[in-house]
């Protein structure tokens, strides 16, 4: 099977990013960090917890840095420094820095305060939202939506916005006069955009780059810890590189982390035009205030990469000095051969792509180059290409499936999977026919026929049937749905003309011969089935279907399809039982494995099982009638694993499963 591209050439989750991001799923979503940081729970329950009759400290059991007498301040400026200085100064030296008011020319400043003017420009884009339901305690992650989408939900649900900031947005921005230096422009890595309510804080933490973190709309208050204080934040079996001290900064427990009370704190808060410099080691926790709405910009600057070096330890402390050791090595000194202090950032990336070109495309990772979300294919034996993720019509209530299936649409879905059982073709047909933007060609459609229509003339009426119903001249692929009736999951009235699957996979040629159908393929067959038909076929099988899942993974199937150049579809991929209640569970979605990987990756169960099959090579085409759901499946073709394989391995070699 051929595809038309790498599913591991994917959006990246930048060093930069994680940590902060991890500390702001954490900071909202409050989980168990024992369940979360390895060591922590041994940290919380071993030792004297102290005697209860004494006066707790000050600062006990309240938010992190009331237990300082006297905060240590900041250099702040009113005016920015030159690239020079700033480099030298600032970065190698390791020192914070606030520059006041110095972004206020910026046009975003208010015109992001007016939510029509987001909508207007940005509404169509995708964006990466945080996003948690308050009675779905699995749904903890990130799915990509609409500005419009963000800004009809922000207010009254918890979400979050934090992506890669799009083309269009840097046209309100201007590159800060302190980087605008090529020496520094180089070293770029990500520039990134925080949106919410007004109402999110983090845990204490450290980042993997450099951050420039620039507040837009609303306030942000931040407390920094220098780097060689970041051992009183954690115990040595804290790992270094996770970047999440195991410490609640909303309620600290002195008794437990006595030795918060050596920790240095430097508390500021940022305003509308303000931008703070955090140098790479030191920690920090944030909260937003102010809002709705509440924005901020941030640049992550790949610097010293500390966490990705081969000199650093596990063990906190060495870490902060390997890392002091690897800044002190560097240049004293910045020589800057090209200048863009405060250029239109839109400008500087037509005119200085060529410098760093990931920094600045990487808003576009998600996307086609006609601004479309990518959708990745396989080439069928028949020469059409397949997408490998699509959305399930089928089986849903019919006004249920009306709602989830535009919604799909919406979402950029393009394979879309119907049964003949149920309203879902006529439901897809009306749709697309009542979506003008939406080309017939943009769409591939699936159709099955029942057992119940073996035969060629019970099977040609079947196809014909689905073309009305859909609306259309042409189906992109038909399945044989069985090659029998078994009076239990493929249920039949008695006929004595009904025919065989032979006669109907001829029936299936004659109308590809007539243009009606462009591919054909079976579904639920065995392989010696199988190798009948291809043994008599005159048009190639291009689609296998067959139940697929973690528990079953039809290796020998599989590896068949794949000798005979044939694309392997799933259904199924769920899990999901029926109960003696009657009850539908799926198993799979409450596996600690799975939910191990589904956090690993910050997404949910669902999404991860989708994730897992694409790396398999599977077509999946999971139904859903929650809109976040399909939002969340929608968001698994560009979910990267490549900088944590162990955990989509952990899933392919160490799950219990038959072959």
Known sequence: MMFTCSMETRTKLYAGTLPVLLALVLGYFRPDLTQVLPGIHSIWSDGDAGDATQTPPKGHMQKFGLHVDKEKELIVMDHFPSPEDFYRDHMRQSVPLVVRGSLKHWPALEKWKNEDYLREKFGNREFTVMFKKSNDHRHKSHMTMSMTDFLNRYRDEHIYMDATLSPEMTEDLTIPRFLGCDAIMKMMKQFALFFNAGWSSTYIHVDATETLFAQITGQRQWILIPPTHGKYLHTDDFNYHAGI??????????????????????????YEGDIIYVPEGWYHQVRTMGGPPNMAMAIFVNYLLCSEGGDTSDVAEAATTACIARREATP??????E?????????FIAQYSYINPDAIDVALEFESPDGKLRTYNSTLKSGFEMPL???????????????STAHALRLQYSLFDTDPDDESE????????????????????????????LGREKTIV???????????????????????????KFKCEADDNRGTWKESWEALEELNEGGKIRSLGVSNFKMSQLRKLIGFAKFPLSVVQSNFNLYNRKTKLRQFCKDNGIAFMAHGLMGVLETENGTRESPLLSHPKVDLAARKYRTTPGTMLIRWALSQNVTVTPPSTNLDHIAFNRHAIVLDIADSPWAIDMLTKNFPHVD
Do not use: W
């Open 426 to 453: 006529e439901i897809l047909g009306t749709i697309l026919a009542s979506t003008p933007d939406v080309k017939r060609e943009d769409v591939f459609i699936v159709v099955k026929v029942h057992p119940r229509n």
């Open 245 to 270: 001290s195991p410490v609640e900064p909303d309620a600290v427990d002195l008794i437990k982390f006595p030795n918060i009370s050596k920790v240095d704190i430097y508390n500021i808060t940022l």
């Open 339 to 347: 200048r863009m202090e405060d250029m239109p950032m839109h400008e």
């Open 332 to 337: 004293k000194e910045i020589t800057c051969k």
């Open 389 to 403: 993720l699509g959305f399930g019509v089928r089986g849903q209530p019919t006004e249920k499936a009306k709602i």
């Open 462 to 488: 079947s196809v014909k049937r689905s073309l009305t119903r859909l609306k259309t001249d042409y189906i992109d692929l038909v399945l044989i749905k069985a090659p029998s009736c078994d009076g239990m």
